[in-house]
Nanobody
Framework: VQLQASGGGLVQVGGSLRLSCAAS????????MAWYRQVSGNKRELVAG???????HYPESVKERFTISRDNAKKMVYLHMNSLKPEDTAVYYC??????????WGKGTLVTVSS
């Protein structure tokens, strides 16, 4: 599985951005997909995940602001980010997990929220 994230950029506080992740390979619908972010020097943290049954989960820090979605036909996963805050500034990564525990990572895309 290869992943390519895109859509990062500079946005003002309170703005919105949509990240996209294009996947290659087979059986995309069986992959558990997630978005992580990382600030330089910090641990990579989960910001959104979606299982094969389309259930989603978010940490409290982004709940009600971020939405993850997937399009299995297009092999795409998206992260819709609203009400962005300066603390959302990070490099965002797309991750795929083929159960039980084989992970694939894409290159990140930088999101900068300016005040």
């Amino acid at each position: 599985v290869q992943l390519q994230a895109s859509g990062g950029g500079l946005v003002q506080v309170g703005g919105s951005l949509r990240l996209s992740c294009a996947a290659s390979g087979s059986l995309f619908s069986t992959l558990i997909m997630a978005w992580y972010r990382q600030v330089s020097g910090n641990k990579r943290e989960l910001v959104a995940g979606t299982r094969t049954d389309n259930t989603t989960h978010y940490p409290e820090s982004v709940k009600e602001r971020f939405t993850i979605s997937r399009d299995n036909a297009k092999k795409m996963v998206y992260l819709h980010m609203n009400s962005l805050k300066p603390e959302d500034t990070a490099v965002y990564y797309c991750k795929a997990r083929r159960p039980p525990a084989t992970d694939y990572w894409g290159k990140g895309t930088l999101v900068t929220v300016s005040s």
